[in-house]
């Protein structure tokens, strides 16, 4: 089992930036992929970035990039999310999510974190 915790949400002004930060623990040695994704009210959730455990495999999604930076301290089995440049469209829940090497599916998700950007 892995525990997912996320942390690093609030409510900022568009513009504006926050550094979201997801702590893995538990069976953390079989964690390959980190992930983030978001869901706004109606809306299903969607991928916005992700990152191997080297950091040599980094993908985003459109809506992210050139705003949002991933990463991670494997010392801390963290990962981070910049996020900058925040317009009220990226307003939703983001979630932290972990997968194991060869696998299909993310399969430990943590609770979310709340991020609000007003215009």
């Known amino acids: 089992q892995v525990q997912v915790e996320e942390s690093g949400g609030g409510s900022v002004q568009a513009g504006g930036s926050l550094r979201l930060s997801c702590a893995a623990s538990?069976?953390?040695?079989?964690?390959?992929?980190m992930g983030w994704f978001r869901q706004a009210p109606g809306k299903e959730r969607e991928f916005v970035a992700a990152?191997?455990?080297?950091?040599?495999?980094?993908r985003y999604a459109d809506s992210a990039k050139g705003r949002f930076t991933i990463s991670r301290d494997n010392a801390k089995n963290t990962v981070y999310l910049q996020v900058n440049s925040l317009k009220p469209e990226d307003t939703a829940v983001y979630y932290c999510?972990?997968?194991?090497?060869?696998?299909?599916?993310?399969?430990?998700w943590g609770q979310g974190t709340q991020v609000t950007v007003s215009s």
């Open positions: 999510a972990t997968r194991r090497a060869g696998a299909n599916e993310y399969e430990y």
């Open positions: 538990g069976r953390t040695f079989n964690i390959y992929y």
């Open positions: 990152i191997n455990w080297s950091g040599s495999s980094i």
